[in-house]
């Protein structure tokens, strides 16, 4: 053998082992294995002529002179320019091993005019005695420097290295033979640069500065493994460094690969404003290649101050791969997290609200979705069970039945003042319509609660159903139980167009008056049974605008209570002693009057509810009238007729000239005032405006027959008018010279001195 041949078989032995994928057992050895049972052959004839040629081959060949041929033979195989600006180095014994500077490979056609791939230096070294004689591939170092390597996806999605991946694999005839056992000392790559350009995505990514090192690479051998680079992404400028070290093994035939102790940490930028550090861990991976399988095991995540971890069951990546686990996140402040994630977090009335968060559940990652059950969040003193259904399509729906113990919702809203007002006149803690979230959000389920606080009133037994898509929410079935007494609604936000709308169809009934208005007002003034129903809706941004928006009907029935702190039969018998100038009667502390039935029914005009109906049964009278509550400010405006019923038994201290005088009379009343405090007092305009009225018609009645007589009879009968000192024998003509006018009002001062005889 020719020193030109052996050093020819040396660099194509070079190049098909650089060249071809590490799993690719065709090519060199078996080429090598009948090759060798050629030359034992003759092995002992020529061992001398082949010591003397290596010697000569070591001693007089430089294979530098060969780099023209090698770049043509590339250029002729791949269609690329390779040049080799930098020294090639070749040694023999005990090792082969080739040495390779500066070198560079021209990119496909079609593609940009930067290079595909370039490096500083590369070697690398085999040993040829146990490759020959045992099929053993001895390596020593395998090491590179400053390679930089540029790959491109074009607008058509073709590769810039599609080229590379096809050549001669179609004319090569598939061989048997058994492929030679692998030993590496190790593998180190200084300075490397990786770019990947998608022009058909609008994407690209690199990494730089990549170190990477290795130990021993050898069957059923643990190989250290070390990395570290920087890199970047974009669109969403996604980049920092990283830093990843671990311990691999594999079996002889490379099916089974494991890696113990994984531990990828660093710093990313891009997810938040600031630089925010990354820690993975791994306890033990597994991959069977064969059996296209993956056990992940133990994992360990922290990022953003969260602390998450996974036990992940072994699964297939064929095709869909549908991994389970079980996934873990430590306590946290979800306050904190919006804050590191650049959100506002939101004011709350509760200052330590959202500060106290963790999650635990069973994952099913699917086609489609993620399943998450046996899910337990913990949210400051409260606790949520069940299960959720997380879309991974762009159309799906979020899913979920989920379970709360006790939560105070009062605690996550907007803190009140009372105080502050806006300065367009909305209410400073005033809540507006969630339009952006309502819009984009798809979901369907329900929500049981135990007991929760809303308002200030406690809900038990809450059940809440939650169907959103296409800009619109509606919470059905919507029912609880609250202090004695039910609710149930159907409530319907639509967010579709510009200005969302409100609408309700709400229910109450049996709740305990006395506990509701102490829940809302913290009031004490008021104890029953109250029914009601509402059916309203309206448009606007927020709650306010909606209230001043509000139409509709409602209804409501107060049942077997007492007002507290207002007898209204004390009112009437003041009123009264007022009227015949008495002193006013003892009042009987503490004040209160008891109905058996108060109802109202109307219909709501721009948030003004009007009452054409009101009815309130009390034991000893009846009250029937007309009026508005304002539903924005709560006051009140009632005029109402009382009307006293002949039940001495109810009448608590009451002379018989009381009982006569209010069983024959019809009392107006007013109320005013805010509904949670209102005033009730007797009418006074109104009585006498009535009583007035009345009197000048029965006097009317008197003028008419007189005229009459007159018309008939020619007489002038003169009208007599109590105290107005005119004679019965006085002459007609003095008494026809009284004006019409004068004798109105002497009319009126005469029934004004009745009403207060009376």
Not at 428 to 435: K, L, N, R, S
Not at 463 to 477: K, Q
Request: no cysteine; proline share 4%.
């Amino acid at each position: 053998m020719s020193q030109t041949g052996l050093a020819g078989f040396a660099i194509l032995y070079f190049g098909n082992l650089t060249y071809r994928g590490s799993d690719d057992r065709r090519p060199v050895v078996t080429i090598m294995a009948r090759l060798i049972k050629v030359l034992l052959v003759i092995l002992a004839g020529v061992v001398g002529i082949v010591i003397i040629a290596a010697v000569s081959l070591f001693l007089f060949f430089d294979p530098n002179d060969f780099r023209d041929r090698i770049s043509v033979a590339v250029k002729e195989q791949t269609g690329r320019d390779l040049v080799i600006t930098g020294d090639l180095s070749l040694s023999l014994f005990p090792w082969l091993a080739v040495e390779m500077g500066r070198t560079e490979l021209g990119n496909a056609q079609g593609f940009s005019g930067e290079q595909f791939l370039s490096f500083e230096q590369a070697s690398l070294s085999v040993r040829l005695m146990p490759l020959i004689f045992q099929q053993q591939m001895t390596v020593g170092t395998a090491s590179l420097d400053g390679l930089v390597v540029n790959l491109e996806v074009n607008n058509t999605g073709v590769t810039n290295w599609d080229d590379l991946t096809t050549a001669d694999e179609a004319t090569e005839e598939q061989e048997t033979g058994d492929a030679a056992a692998i030993d590496v000392a190790n593998i180190s790559v200084r300075n490397a640069n990786v770019s990947y350009t998608d022009r058909q995505a609008g994407s690209a990514y690199t990494i730089s500065n990549l170190e990477f090192d290795t130990g021993r690479i050898a069957a059923n051998t643990p190989i250290d493994i070390a990395a570290e680079f920087d890199f970047d992404s974009s669109p969403g400028e996604l980049g920092g460094h990283l830093a990843i070290r671990g311990t691999a093994s594999m079996n002889d035939g490379m099916s089974l690969v494991n890696v113990a102790g994984l531990n990828v940490n660093g710093v990313l930028n891009g997810i938040v404003p600031e630089p925010t550090e990354f820690n993975f861990d791994s306890r033990a991976i597994a991959l069977d290649i064969d059996a296209e399988s993956v056990n992940l095991g133990e994992l360990d995540l922290m990022i953003l101050g969260l602390s998450m971890s996974a036990n992940v069951a072994p699964f297939s990546y064929a095709n869909s791969p549908q991994p389970k686990a079980e996934l873990r996140v430590a306590e946290f402040s979800l306050k904190e997290l919006m804050k590191v994630l650049d959100i506002e977090a939101p004011v709350t009335a509760d200052p330590n609200a959202l500060q106290r968060v963790s999650f635990s559940a069973n994952a099913a990652i699917g086609e489609t979705a993620i399943a998450l059950n046996s899910l337990t969040l913990a949210l400051d003193e409260s606790s949520m069970t069940g299960s959720l259904l997380i879309p991974m399509t762009t159309d799906g729906a979020l899913q979920f039945d989920l379970g709360v113990d006790t939560i105070t919702l009062d605690a996550y809203m907007a803190p009140t003042d009372d105080s502050v007002v806006a300065a367009d006149g909305e209410d400073a803690g005033d809540i507006e319509i969630p339009v952006d979230l309502i819009r984009t959000l798809n979901a369907k389920g329900s929500f049981k609660i135990q007991r929760a606080y809303l308002s200030g009133i406690e809900f038990d037994s809450l059940e809440l159903g939650v169907n959103a898509s296409a800009g619109r929410l509606r919470l059905h079935p919507l029912a609880a139980n609250f202090y004695d007494g039910k609710y149930s609604g159907d409530v319907r936000i639509d967010a579709s167009g510009n200005l969302p709308s409100v609408s309700a169809n709400e229910k109450i009934s049996g709740v305990n008056l006395a506990a509701l208005a102490t829940a809302m007002f913290d009031q004490q003034n008021i104890s029953g049974t109250i029914n009601g129903g509402f059916v309203l809706g309206g448009a606007g941004q927020s709650l306010s605008a909606i209230r001043r928006d509000l139409d509709g009907t409602m209804s409501i029935e107060l049942v077997d209570g007492a007002w507290e702190g207002t007898d209204v039969w004390y009112q009437l018998r003041k009123a009264r002693a007022t009227y015949r100038q008495e002193s006013p009667p003892e009042e009987v502390l503490p004040a209160r009057t008891a109905f058996s039935n108060v109802r109202a029914t109307g219909i709501v005009t721009n948030g003004i509810f009007e009452n054409k109906d009101f009815l309130a049964e009390l034991p000893f009278l009846q009250l029937t009238g007309a009026g508005m509550v304002d539903l924005n400010s709560t006051e009140v405006n009632y005029a109402m007729q009382v009307r006293v019923l002949d039940r001495p038994e109810f009448m608590s201290g009451a002379t018989a000239a009381e009982l006569s005088d209010f069983t024959k009379t019809v009392v107006p009343l007013k109320i005013t005032g805010l509904l949670s405090a209102p005033s009730v007092r007797p009418d006074i305009e109104g009585i006498f405006r009535s009583k007035v009225e009345e009197a000048i018609e029965e006097k009317k009645e008197d003028l008419k027959k007189d005229l009459l007589n007159r018309l008939v009879g020619g007489t002038k009968t003169p009208i007599p008018v109590e105290g107005d000192g005119v004679a019965e024998d006085a002459p007609a003509e003095e008494a026809e010279e009284v004006p019409e006018e004068s004798l109105e009002d002497k009319l009126k001062k005469d029934l004004l001195k009745k009403i207060f005889e009376r």
